[in-house]
Each structure stands twice: as structure tokens, then as C-alpha cells.
């Protein structure tokens, strides 16, 4: 009997930890039409999965109820045996796989593969870098990076390439993923059901930090995300007070300008993240800590604490700079 | 042979002479004994596969909580990617080919060696030397680290820099030609050595999927050597194979590497079948069911595990058509398994089990191997595959299939030929304990993943946050690894302790059906004073033509005494076709592998004209050794 507590136990486990669970990266759990049809599929799947499952443990059960026999039953001939493998391991499988192939490898890919071309009016370009997501609008000089807006109930486009080397976009709850793979582009379809945030991890192993390289999707209503956008395409705020200004002096006179860009100044570099609008970012280094005023400044004094091996280097300055390049950056909204 | 007459003690004692080998550690180092090489294999194997455990706890503890610093995040990425080499390479396929293979299937098919038992040890001594240099990498602080599919640009010089991809791809390079000589021995000595009467209708299914395994090796592997000469060639010399802006392309690596992946992946778990079609007949005390379909589906199982390779490549962007004819392949290799699950489960059914440990592991074999072969054919509906590819789903699946559907017969297999090796019987009490540790273990350590992965987690990362919501599952599969590693210790001391101190078992304690159990245990250097007579695929299990082998004995018929002799048969119908000088041990053979070492250290530091001159020092070698032939 322990056996079979043991084994009816995970179905048990497996299907309360899904049919609740919260949380933003739950694939099913779905927020997006293509994540509903990949979820429908899979519980599908997993309900005649435990059906054969159960099948093949009742049938070592029977053997195990019955293992004080002394005779072989119908004397050893194996032709029953033979039918019966023949009808559960042949014929069942053909026709439960023929029904799967058809459902998923022919229905349900239609709704998980990529935009037809001309179907979507926005189009998001999602390109992968190590160890971060930089994310561009097409017809708008939006750049941003880890954090994508996007209209919800609007379908949109994400075209995915990489700038180094290979990565792999997923946002569980609202569609399958694409790898990013140099000299390729992969395109994905993303439309949110409802607001919210989603979040995905990096899924191809992409190195040192493969772990901390999360994007997210925020959805929101269609008129904040056109806000949102307008807001993307402006450059950078200019400085309003002393120490706003003496902050955007030290981050061109230091080496920030060299690996960042704000849009508008003569900081142009392309190495890390464009940091035109970092104050409207909710978390630091593709979510590996959260955007607020402690967690930057620690971030800009020791940027190889929270996320060893990144290419952003401790840069010496002087308390004064430091507080001043601090509230310059929070002031870029 | 219960009465032994003069004449037939007369042959015995002059086999004994002709076959005996070189006492003490030279006679390990020389040996060309199938049964000696297997063991050989066994060991090192075993250590490896204690190293693969390590690192495994060692990841399994870093990841044991939200936010860990049991190891910095570089130590992680060499973790997880020398746990799969080792595992893969070094751990299980040479402990199901080298050790299993090479132990048993000279003995399930009545011959007195391999076909080659000077490449037999070859294989074994650059198979060892092959994981010696990977791991002279990890005591370096060298480890390979960019995953076990070392998916390029990641592994070349510009994201790699160091030595670590250069041990990787040379390691591996240099263990495949080991594998490719243990694959090609292995194919010939199935099809020709088999006992005169063994036609192949009546081969032990074991030796079915041994055939099926070596066939998919030596396939298998010229897409992976050659994908990673490639990779040296890119690193090393400059070519660009994989530079886009060159007119490369980094899926050519993907491609290449699965072309060897997926075969790989019934290359590990075909000699699993092997064990499990030679432990189910013993136990339910009944031939097995279906037996020609259940050879076939061996068969068939390697043919289209070769047409399934891009179900790892469906989130990379091919075109639909190719996608769907992967996945169409992908469902279609579901049914040869079904049709094996269903004979092996209808046999202990419709039989008279006894549920011995042996047993237990194939159970729990069987338990493992549908659940992961259930969440294996999720990745041919390429939907879901391309939702939870890369996670930790896939981590649960394949680890059910190469731990769960792989190690437990291979545990199964120790407890049950134990007392053919040792001639000891292991205790039963603490083996089915340890069954149950293991059982107990791989299930809490390997299902949470299938949730955890459903839930957004993704492979390969050294640390999550708390937020992400996995920090439970990812407890219990912490837990259940270090119960897993119990049951594993539980197992090896139940082991040790009864090569110590075990019961004599006689020649035969579980009334096996096949050639094995003909023979004494331990067996001889020869294997069989007389070549057994067959007449069926259980031929232990048929008392006239072991009747008529204790006649041929005395009568001095199929006895080969004359020389250091074996025999070959015809291929398909088993008819005597010829009898062999097999050669002698031999120093010539961990000679070469010395000289192949060497010239892939002296590759591995750009030294390449020194390596040309060992190259040519191994060819020597070579021609030495075939100087010795016998005429």
C-alpha cells in the first residue's frame, strides 16, 4: 500500500501547487491567447499522461498482489501477453499521438507562432546583451532597457536578435519563448488579456550572470502606454537645479558616458544600458535589485556586489560627486 | 557439470594454463580479460560517478535557498557543466558499455572474449585517461563551464577565453575515440563470437539493446568530434565556422551536437532495457512477453532516435515545416517504448513475481522511465515544448530518464550479477532499503522540478529570489537529494560489506535464464570450459543442453584446447564458422594510450609540432603491437 500512496501523492501535490499558484511567471496561469491555448494543451496532456501512468502501476500492482503464485497462468504461452502489448503499447499510443500531433503540432501552433507580417501595429525590438534585455519601439526613439510597456488587448510584435551571444526571451504567462541568436531575427507575439506585470527569465545559458537577467512585461492601458512612449522618446530631462546639473557634469566628465547613453547629451556610449529615462525604471541591472535610492547608490558604489562579473566598473568619486550623479540619475523620469 | 570425470579435469586444468594471465597490478595493467577490462571499467566509472554526485550536491545545496552564496556564481556555471559531462560521458554510458557491456555480453553469448581483446583494453585505458584530462582541467580550476551543450558564441575564445571549453572539446574528442573502438569490438563480437547454435532470434535481449547502443555510437558520435574539431579549429587556428560575420552560423554547432544529443540520450537509456529485459524474466519466473517485438522495438528505438534531434532546437526559429516533421518524429519514437513499457510491466504481471531488489530497481525503473517518457512526449507538441524548454521541466524529465530510467537498472544490475562477479551473495535486507531510500529520494529530489520549471524557473541559474516563488520545491528537492545520496551510500556499503563477507552463492542463486548463469561464479579466465550448446533465448533455463554440455566436456567436443582459442559464428543463423587464436595480453595497449594522451595535453597548450612527433610515437606503438599478433 505505501507504494500507492506514493505514487497517487505527486498527482495530489502537482495539482494544487498549479491550479493556485500565484505569482508572475506561472506558465499556466496564462494572460495572453497564445499562453491560454499552450496551457489548455498541457493540462490536457497531463490528464491522459496520469492516465497511462496509472495504468502501467496498476498493472506492476496486480503483479505485486498476486506474487505468491506458484503457476504460471495459461501455462506460460505468452500470445495473450503478445495482444495486450500489441494493443497498449501500439495501437492505444497510435491513436492517443495521432490526436496530440494533430491538436498541438497543427492547431494549437498556428496560435503560438509568429505574428503574420502586417497584423500588428506596434512592433518591440527585444535584443539580448550579457547580462541584460535593451529594449527599442519601432517608429519612436524610445530606448529602454529590462522593462517593456505595452498596450494591453493590443497585439504586439517583439522582434528578438542578440547583441553577443545567444539568449532566449520568455515571458511565461503570455506566450512560448524565442532564442536570440546572432545573424537571426525571431519574432513572438505578445498581447496581455489584462494589466500587469510579467515576468520572464533569460532561458538560454548565456554566462557568468545568466541568473540574474530578468525582463518585464508591463501592461497597461492603452492611453498611459501612448503617455508612457511619448515620455521613452524625449531626451533626457536638463538639469533644473545645481545639483542636478554638477550630476550630469560628472557623469560626462567620468566614465559613465562612456558605456551609457543620455539621449540629448554628449553621453553616447553603447556598452551598457540607455540610461535616458532611469528614473522610471522599476528595478536596477535587468531586476536584479529593486530601483530606489539606496539600492542605486550601492549599485554605482560597488556595481560588482549584486551582480559579480557584469561589465560595469567601480568608478572613483569624490562624496560630493556621488550624492550629485545619485539625485541626477533619480531625477531622469 | 555436476560429474566431473579425469579427462574433462584434464582440459579444465589445461584451459586454466592457456587462458591464465600475469599475476599482481602488472597483469591488471596488461590484461586483455573482457570480465577484468569490465571491472576495470566499473571502478573508474564509480569514481566518476562519485565525482558527478558531489558536484550535484553542491548545486543542489547552493540552490537549496533564495539568494545562497554556498558558491560564487562562476564555481556554480563549472558545477553544473562538469556534472553533465561527467555524468554522460564519464559516469554512465562507459559504466553501461564499458563495465555491463563488456562484463556480460561475452558471457550472454557463450564466447570466450571480445572480438578484440586488445582494443578492448585500449578503450578502457583512453576512456580513462580521457577523464583524467577533464578532470585535471577541474583541479585547475579549468572545469568546463558552458553547460554540458556548450552552445557557442558562448564557448568561443571572445565570451570563453580560458582553457576550461579547450578541456571540454578535447576531452570529449579524445573519449570518443574510445567509445567509437568500444562500440565497433562490441558490434563484431555480437554478430560473430556468439556460441555455435546462437542464432540471433535466440540472443539475450540484453545483447539486443547492447547492439542497438553500439550501432547509435558509432553514428552518434562523428557529428559530435567533428562539431568539436570545429570548435577547436575556431579557437585554436582562427577558422569560422560558427561567425556569422563570416559567413558562419551558430546553429550549425546546435545541429551537430543533437545530431549526436538525441541518439545519445537511448544510447544511455538502451542499456537500461538491456538490464531490465535480464533482471524481469529471472524474477517473474517466465520468459519475457513479446520477445521478438521487444527486440525490435531496440532496434527501432535507436533507427528514429536518430530523426528527432531539433525537438532541442524549437525555440530557436526553424521553418514550420521542419519543425513538424520533428515533432511528427519525436511522437513516433514514443511507440517502440510502449511497446517495451507494456512487455516488461505484462511479464512481472502475467508471471510469478518475486519482488527482490533486483526487481525493486526495475520498478522503480519502470515508475521513472513513464514519467519521464509521459513529460518527454510534452516536447513533441511543440507548443509546450516551446514554453518549457530550458526550464526546469526539462531538468525533471531528463533526469527521471537519466537517473530515474538509467541508474536504477544499472543499481538493479549490481545487486543482481553481484553474485556472478564475487560469488557472494549481497544482503537483501539492506538492498531493498537502500531501493527504497533511492526511490524515495530521486522522486522528492526530481518531481518538484516539473512544478518549479511550470513556474518560470529557469535552467541553469546559480540563485533566484525569493519573489520568483520557488524557494519551497526547491528545498525539498535539496532534501531529496540528500536522501538519494544516502540510499546511494546505503547501497555501496551493502556492497562492499558482502564482497567481504557475503554467503557463497553458488553458480547460479536467481535461476537466470541466460549463458551467464551457465558458468562459475566468479567465472573463469575462459569463461566456459565447454562452448554451450543453445538451443532457445533462455538456454540455462534448458537442462537437456546443459546435460549435453557436461557430456561434450568429457567427450572433449566444443572444448577448444589446443590454444588460446575462441570461436566465430556466422552472422545471422549462429552456425560454427571458424575457430580463432585469440591474442594475449599485452603491454601495447596502455602504450598507445600514453602516447594519445600526451599528444592531446601538448594539443590542448598549442604545442602542436611536439604533438605531431607523439602522433607519430602512438603509430608505432601500434605497428609494435601488431608485430605481436599470433600467425
Known amino acids: 500500500m505505501t507504494r500507492l500512496t506514493l505514487r497517487a501523492f505527486p498527482l495530489a501535490a502537482l495539482t494544487l501547487a498549479l491550479a493556485g499558484c500565484g505569482g508572475n511567471q506561472n506558465t499556466l496561469a496564462p494572460k495572453g491567447k497564445p499562453e491560454h491555448a499552450i496551457s489548455h494543451l498541457w493540462w490536457w496532456t497531463m490528464t491522459g499522461a496520469w492516465i497511462g501512468f496509472a495504468v502501467v502501476c496498476g498493472l506492476l500492482f496486480l503483479g505485486w498482489l498476486r506474487r505468491n503464485r506458484t503457476e504460471l497462468p495459461f501455462g506460460g504461452d505468452d500470445k495473450v501477453g503478445t495482444v495486450l502489448v500489441i494493443g497498449l503499447g501500439v495501437a492505444v499510443p497510435l491513436v492517443v499521438l495521432s490526436l496530440l500531433f494533430i491538436w498541438s503540432d497543427i492547431v494549437v501552433l498556428r496560435s503560438t507562432a509568429a505574428p503574420a507580417h502586417g497584423s500588428t501595429r506596434l512592433t518591440v525590438r527585444v535584443i539580448g546583451h550579457q547580462w541584460w534585455w535593451e529594449v527599442r519601439y519601432d517608429g519612436s526613439k524610445a530606448v529602454t532597457a529590462n522593462e517593456i510597456h505595452i498596450p494591453t488587448g493590443v497585439p504586439v510584435q517583439v522582434i528578438g536578435t542578440t547583441n553577443d551571444v545567444i539568449h532566449s526571451f520568455w515571458i511565461p504567462q503570455l506566450n512560448r519563448k524565442i532564442d536570440l541568436i546572432p545573424g537571426r531575427s525571431n519574432r513572438l507575439l505578445l498581447e496581455a488579456d489584462s494589466d500587469g506585470t510579467y515576468e520572464g527569465h533569460c532561458s538560454e545559458f548565456c554566462g557568468l550572470q545568466h541568473a540574474h537577467m530578468t525582463a518585464t512585461v508591463i501592461a497597461e492601458p492603452p492611453a498611459a502606454f501612448r503617455a508612457w512612449l511619448e515620455n521613452m522618446a524625449k531626451p533626457a530631462r536638463t538639469p533644473a537645479g545645481a545639483d542636478d546639473k554638477r550630476g550630469r557634469e560628472v557623469f560626462l566628465a567620468q566614465p559613465c558616458a562612456a558605456c551609457h547613453r543620455l539621449r540629448g547629451s554628449a553621453a553616447n556610449g ?39 562579473g557584469n561589465k560595469m566598473p567601480a568608478v572613483q568619486l569624490t562624496g560630493a560627486e556621488f550624492s550629485d550623479l545619485l539625485a541626477y540619475l533619480e531625477s531622469l523620469k | 557439470m555436476t560429474t566431473v570425470t579425469a579427462p574433462a579435469d584434464e582440459r579444465v586444468g589445461r584451459l586454466e594454463l592457456i587462458w591464465e594471465e600475469r599475476p599482481g597490478v602488472l597483469g591488471w595493467l596488461t ?9 576495470l571499467y566499473l571502478f573508474a566509472t564509480l569514481a566518476f560517478f562519485l565525482a558527478g554526485g558531489v558536484e550535484a550536491l553542491l548545486i543542489r545545496t547552493q540552490l537549496a535557498q533564495p539568494d545562497s552564496h554556498v558558491v560564487s556564481p562562476g564555481t556554480f556555471n563549472e558545477l553544473f557543466t562538469t556534472h553533465g559531462v561527467t555524468m554522460i560521458f564519464l559516469a554512465v554510458i562507459p559504466m553501461q558499455i564499458g563495465a555491463f557491456g563488456n562484463y556480460l555480453v561475452p558471457l550472454m553469448i557463450g564466447a570466450r572474449d571480445m572480438a578484440f581483446p ?86 539475450p535481449l540484453f545483447c539486443f539493446a547492447i547492439l542497438a547502443t553500439s550501432f547509435s555510437l558509432l553514428f552518434a558520435l562523428p557529428p559530435l568530434t567533428i562539431d568539436l574539431v570545429f570548435l577547436e579549429l575556431q579557437r585554436l587556428a582562427g577558422f569560422h565556422f560558427f561567425d556569422v560575420a563570416h559567413g558562419g552560423d551558430p546553429l550549425l554547432w546546435q545541429h551537430l551536437f543533437w545530431l549526436f544529443g538525441h541518439p545519445e540520450v537511448y544510447i544511455i537509456i538502451l542499456p537500461a532495457f538491456g538490464i531490465a529485459t535480464s533482471i524481469i524474466p529471472t524474477f517473474a519466473r517466465r520468459k519475457m512477453i513479446a520477445f521478438p517485438l521487444v527486440a525490435l522495438a531496440e532496434l527501432l528505438v535507436a533507427f528514429i532516435g536518430f530523426g528527432v534531434w531539433a525537438h532541442h532546437m524549437f525555440a530557436v526559429g526553424l521553418p514550420t515545416i521542419a519543425v513538424v516533421f520533428f515533432a511528427a518524429a519525436s511522437m513516433m519514437v514514443v511507440v517502440p517504448s510502449t511497446i517495451q513499457v507494456f512487455a516488461w510491466t505484462l511479464t512481472v504481471t502475467m508471471g510469478r513475481p518475486q519482488f527482490k531488489a533486483p526487481l525493486l530497481f526495475i520498478g522503480g525503473f ?51 550479477w553481484f553474485p556472478k562477479v564475487t560469488g557472494r551473495l549481497y544482503h537483501e535486507g539492506l538492498a531493498q532499503a537502500g531501493f527504497w531510500l533511492t526511490f524515495v529520494g530521486t522522486a522528492a529530489t526530481f518531481f518538484p522540478m516539473h512544478v518549479v520549471g511550470l513556474l518560470g524557473m529557469t535552467r541553469r541559474i546559480y540563485t533566484y529570489s525569493d519573489d520568483d516563488g520557488w524557494s ?90 589446443d590454444g588460446h582459442e575462441a570461436v566465430a559464428s556466422t552472422v545471422k543463423d549462429g552456425y560454427l564458422d571458424d575457430v580463432l587464436e585469440m591474442p594475449s595480453e599485452s603491454p601495447w595497449p596502455i602504450v598507445v594510450a600514453a602516447c594519445v594522451t600526451v599528444l592531446f595535453v601538448l594539443v590542448l597548450t598549442s604545442h602542436f609540432l611536439a604533438a605531431t612527433a607523439f602522433a607519430g610515437l602512438a603509430a608505432l606503438a601500434l605497428a609494435a603491437w601488431h608485430w605481436q599478433e599470433p600467425e
Open chain 2, 31 to 39: 590484461t586483455v580479460d573482457h570480465k577484468r577490462i569490465g571491472l
Open chain 2, 118 to 203: 586488445r582494443l578492448n583494453a585500449l578503450s578502457f585505458w583512453l576512456f580513462l585517461a580521457s577523464g583524467c584530462f577533464i578532470y585535471a582541467g577541474v583541479f585547475m580550476g579549468l572545469a568546463p563551464n558552458a553547460g554540458w551543450f556548450d552552445y557557442v558564441p558562448l564557448a568561443l575564445r571572445e565570451y570563453s577565453p580560458g582553457l576550461n571549453v579547450d578541456f571540454y572539446a578535447l576531452g570529449l574528442i579524445f573519449n570518443g575515440v574510445s567509445s567509437i573502438a568500444a562500440a565497433i569490438n562490441l558490434v563484431v563480437t555480437i554478430f560473430k563470437n556468439r556460441a555455435p547454435g546462437m542464432s540471433l532470434n535466440r540472443m
Open chain 1, 270 to 308: 553603447d556598452v551598457g544600458p540607455d540610461l535616458t529615462h532611469l528614473g522610471t525604471r522599476r528595478t536596477l541591472a535587468a531586476g536584479t535589485i529593486p530601483n530606489d535610492t539606496e539600492h542605486l547608490a550601492g549599485w554605482i558604489a560597488d556595481p560588482q556586489h549584486a551582480k559579480p
Open chain 2, 472 to 561: 519551497a520545491y526547491n528545498l525539498v528537492e535539496t532534501i531529496g537529494g540528500y536522501v538519494l545520496a544516502a540510499g546511494l551510500v546505503l547501497i555501496a556499503l551493502n556492497l562492499v560489506w558482502s564482497r567481504l563477507r557475503g554467503a557463497p552463492s553458488g553458480r547460479d542463486p536467481f535461476s537466470g535464464g541466460t549463458l551467464e548463469w551457465v558458468t562459475p561464479s566468479p567465472p573463469p579466465h575462459y569463461n566456459f570450459a565447454v562452448i554451450p550448446r543453445v538451443s532457445s533465448p533462455y538456454p540455462n533455463w534448458d537442462a537437456e543442453d546443459r546435460a549435453q554440455d557436461v557430456r561434450n566436456l568429457d567427450r572433449g567436443a566444443r572444448v577448444f584446447d
Open chain 2, 366 to 416: 519502470i515508475v521513472f522511465f513513464v514519467l519521464g517518457g509521459l513529460s518527454g512526449i510534452t516536447f513533441a507538441a511543440i507548443p509546450i515544448d516551446q514554453a518549457t524548454t530550458d526550464t526546469y521541466y526539462v531538468v525533471a524529465h531528463f533526469h527521471f530518464i537519466i537517473f530515474g530510467a538509467a541508474v536504477f537498472p544499472l543499481l538493479g544490475g549490481m545487486f543482481y
